[in-house]
């Protein structure tokens, strides 16, 4: 008679384990603050920080260290306009920031590749009225990005969900002589609450109307299929489903039939929440995030950009 128990005895339950987390697969998120000298807490994630220029160095040399791969950067600038211009100046906070990350470690270095940290309304295109402008946008990515890979960037991510944003990068960064630069798109970036917290570390709330007119409703599956079909077919070298948890069949979709290098973004709010429960002793954080982690990779994450990244670093010493 078949008894599935024998095969949970301790030791027999590891080696017949058909998930294994790995410390390469990870990404830890970065936020970089032009106007603070001095690293702040981000209080709707306990645990989390914004740096500044000056303690950016010491961090990733911390997260190289310990053997953390890549981190994802977010800049604050210290001034926000109606066009996002502080997103594609040279001497702006991210391209100053993967300059010195690049300078001091070799940490792979991903931008996050958005308007949003750096527009005065918060929106991740470009604003006539209230309405979000679409191809009006795509121009200034591709100027962002060409600034990021001449910072020094490694990959550049674009999240802002505007259509074409990939083949209009593509084609700036090829233009510019930076062919060899890999774009990771949020290609299925739902508009999702779970941002919440998010908003207060990268000081991005809006200041009218909301995503939806741009991210996906959390309510579509085959929409993802196109977005990253699309995305591919725009040239996109690693594709992403964000957030997790809550989308892990449209994860485990994206990477049966598209079978390209295929990241999962943990959220702020998926963190937050977690964090939350264990602090009112209600969740053990650390089997909590584990677990998330090990299901997220189950299903069919190559890569997860997890604000625990130096945390579980930190487990495998
Ligand atoms: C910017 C961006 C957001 C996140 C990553 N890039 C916010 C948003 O789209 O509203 C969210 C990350 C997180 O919640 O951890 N476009």
């Known amino acids: 008679m078949r008894r599935m128990r024998r095969l949970r005895a301790p030791g027999i339950r590891e080696m017949v384990a058909q998930t294994q987390l790995s410390l390469s697969d990870l990404v830890q998120p970065i936020f970089v603050d032009e106007r603070i000298s001095v690293p702040r807490v981000i209080e709707a994630m306990p645990g989390q920080f914004r740096q500044s220029l000056e303690s950016l160095p010491a961090e990733a040399q911390a997260l190289e260290d310990l053997g953390v791969p890549a981190v994802l950067l977010f800049g604050l600038p210290a001034i926000k306009d109606e066009t996002g211009s502080g997103a594609y100046d040279p001497h702006g906070i991210i391209q100053k920031a993967v300059a010195a990350i ?116 959390p309510a579509n599956f085959s929409e993802a299929l196109w977005e990253v079909q699309q995305d591919i077919e725009e040239g996109a070298d690693m594709v992403m489903v964000k957030p997790a948890m809550p989308y892990l069949d449209v994860l485990r979709a994206v990477k049966d039939m598209f079978a390209l290098p295929t990241a999962a973004y943990q959220v702020s709010g998926e963190y937050s929440m977690i964090t939350a429960a264990a602090e009112r002793g209600w969740l053990d954080e650390r089997a909590a995030f584990l677990e998330a982690l090990t299901c997220i990779k189950r299903a069919g994450a190559d890569m997860i950009i997890t604000y625990w990244a130096k945390e579980y670093a930190k487990l495998c010493l």
């Not at 002589?177 to 908003?199: C, E, H, N, Q, V």
Request: charged letters at 20%; one cysteine or more; glycine letters at 10%.
């Open 102 to 217: 690049k300078e001091t470690t070799s940490l792979i270095v991903i931008t996050d590749l958005c308007l949003c940290e750096y527009t005065s309304h918060g929106h991740c295109g470009l604003v006539r009225g209230e309405k979000i402008l679409n191809d009006e946008t795509l121009p200034l990515l591709g100027e962002v990005a060409v600034s990021h890979a001449l910072a020094g960037a490694d990959i550049v991510a674009p999240s802002g969900m505007m259509d074409h944003m990939v083949q209009a990068i593509r084609t700036s960064l090829d233009l510019d002589g930076y062919t060899d630069t890999p774009i990771l798109s949020y290609s299925a970036k739902y508009a999702s609450t779970f941002y919440g917290p998010f908003r207060e570390a990268a000081k991005s709330g809006f200041a009218f109307g909301d995503r939806l007119g741009y991210q996906m409703n």
